[in-house]
């Protein structure tokens, strides 16, 4: 195929935009790519906002982007990445994307690249006092707030929430972590583990209030935004003087509505990351939604760090060989895997944790999770995921080789 006068258009430039594109050229395309992300910063890597920029006091925009900026491949050279102008509508069929400022990109392949921004509650008020994090700007406002002394109420606890929880503490701040659910990280990983990770948190000196939602938010002044408390469904009232809402996210589909696509979660696609539904079209990262042959369950979105360059490498040979007529490569059969790290300890889960109906523990004991745990998690008599804490990275590599080589029932 002569691609010397084709383009591929990657609307996203972050993580996954950027993997697409290293793919797309490691894959032997050397026609246009054009990469459009609407944030005004150039890719960048989100793990450590809440993380380490959380405490660093002297951190600015420029100290932050010198340390999260994704260094650049030299393949990447001839890339255009456009930034601060995202895409609010595209036409599928006739190919192109228009972008905010009203201009129109035609393309030959587009990878969908668009990611998820946090939810928010549906509340009123205390605008001044209420954070998420998800981008630069979120994490640097919120650090300025996490200062000894202040009163933090986290709403949510999952990953995130218990990340921005723990860092909050060893700030200074008293922390009050609203749980929501039935536990810290109880969705993914079970009642069990969700109880002992609970216990853990609250021997740092982390309130954790289970089973309750917030239901209103009482400000300072009458005029003012400033945040007074988070008013609890049951009536308790949580003094705060800010507050981290990490109850989930939704995916950035909206540009893409009016094609006929299925953006019920995510862009669904197929296995090979093929938007089902559109010529010539993948999707990369937190957006996709995909079936992944191993777990045999319905598509999914995984929101983790190894996901984008994971999908990337199966949708960018599906583009390529979508855009020459030829078959699909091989489907995605990345194990899916994160990490997360609490108070000095690195967690990882594998696999798919979420589909098991029961958990044992393996190694260690979960009383004692700093001493390093491993966690099975298994659907019927199958092995579908592993929890470990604590342990070495080569003992984390062996639970991946075993779980990679758990038989796939046919
Ligand atoms: C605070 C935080 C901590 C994390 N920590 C961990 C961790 O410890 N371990 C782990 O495994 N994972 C972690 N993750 C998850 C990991 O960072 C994500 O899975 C990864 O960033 C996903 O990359 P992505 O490119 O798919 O999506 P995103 O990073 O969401 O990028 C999508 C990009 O597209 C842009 N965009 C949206 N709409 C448009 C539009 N219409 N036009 C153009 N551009 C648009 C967005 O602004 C963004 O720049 C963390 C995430 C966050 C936010």
Not at 14 to 33: F, K, V, Y
Not at 71 to 97: C, E, F, P, Q, Y
Not at 179 to 203: I, N, S
Not at 245 to 264: F, Q, V
Request: glycine share 12%; hydrophobic share 45%; aromatic share 4%.
């Amino acid at each position: 195929m002569d691609t010397s006068q084709k383009k591929i258009l990657i609307v996203g430039a972050s993580m996954g935009g950027l993997r697409a594109a290293e793919q797309l050229r490691s894959a032997g395309w050397d026609g246009a790519i054009e990469v459009i992300g609407d944030e005004i910063h150039p890719p960048y890597n989100r793990p450590p906002l809440s993380k380490e920029i959380l405490t660093d006091e002297a951190m600015d925009t420029a100290a932050a982007l010198g340390k999260l900026a994704f260094r650049l491949k030299r393949s990447m050279a001839d890339v255009s990445i456009t930034t601060g102008n995202g895409a609010v509508a595209a036409d599928l069929a006739a190919g192109t994307v228009t972008l905010a400022d009203g201009s129109e990109k035609a393309y030959d392949g587009l990878v969908v690249a668009t990611g998820i921004r946090p939810r928010r509650l549906d509340i009123p008020d205390a605008a001044g006092g209420r954070h998420v994090v998800r981008t630069i700007e979120d994490s640097l406002a919120l650090r300025a707030k996490l200062v000894p002394g202040a009163r933090v109420a986290v709403i949510g606890a999952g990953f995130i929430g218990c990340e921005v929880a723990a860092t909050a503490i060893q700030n200074g701040c008293s922390v009050t972590l609203i749980e929501g659910g039935k536990g810290p990280m109880h969705r993914p990983l079970g009642a069990t583990v969700a109880a002992a990770f609970r216990k853990r948190l609250q021997d740092r000196g982390i309130t954790c209030l289970e089973g309750a939602h917030a239901a209103g938010f009482e400000v300072a002044s009458s005029e003012g935004q400033q945040l007074a408390a988070v008013l609890l469904h049951d009536g308790r009232r949580i003094e705060a003087d800010v507050v981290i809402e990490a109850i989930g996210s939704i995916p950035n589909t909206e540009w893409l509505a009016g094609n006929g696509l299925d953006l019920t979660d995510g862009v669904l696609t197929d296995q090979h990351l093929r938007v089902i539904g559109a010529e010539n079209v993948v999707a990369v990262g937190d957006i996709a939604r995909y079936p992944d042959p191993r777990w045999a369950a319905e598509a999914r979105r995984v929101e983790h760090w190894a996901t984008p360059g994971d999908t990337a490498k199966t949708a960018a040979r599906s583009l390529l060989s979508q855009l020459a007529g030829g078959q699909a490569p091989e489907p995605c059969r990345a194990l899916p895997n994160f990490w997360s790290d609490q108070f000095g300890l690195r967690i990882t889960g594998m696999g798919a944790p979420a589909l098991a109906e029961d958990h044992r523990v393996l190694e260690g004991d979960l009383a004692d999770i700093d001493a390093g745990v491993a966690v099975g998690y298994y659907a019927g008599q199958r092995l579908v995921g592993f929890l470990s804490a604590g342990l070495s990275a080569k003992r984390v590599l062996e639970l991946r080789a075993e779980l990679e080589a758990a038989p796939v029932p046919a």
